[in-house]
């Protein structure tokens, strides 16, 4: 499987998970948007080449499944994504975010392995296990 974490999860800690990933030896590749396809890019450019390497995107960016053409374009191009809803009013704190996706990615991976995609799950500041857009 691979991982594409959106720019608005820093690459110091997609970097991070991937070594901390790296010792399972599991078939889990994971990589930054920013670092992949630049800062700024725009999501109609990478998310069709992250579905064509067969990618799951992962992002707080809940926009994608709101906005029509956005939705349309990562079920057109039978992409998986992930989104990280931060609480109302206000953003995640950096080191909420790494215990949010380390608590969540055991069931991150599951989950993915088992969805068919195009597929949208969330998880939310209460909650660590996904649910279904």
Known sequence: MKFYFDENITPQIVRALAILQEPLRE???IYSVADEFG?????EDWLPKVAEEDGIVITQDINIHRTRHQRELYR????GVIFFRP???KGI???EMVS???EAWPDI???CERATKPFAYVITPRRNNLEEL
């Open 27 to 29: 078939e889990v590749e």
């Open 39 to 43: 800062r700024g890019a725009v999501d």
């Open 76 to 79: 057109n191009h039978n992409l």
């Open 87 to 89: 609480p109302k009013g």
């Open 93 to 95: 704190k950096y080191w």
């Open 100 to 102: 949010k996706i380390l």
């Open 109 to 111: 991976k599951r989950t």
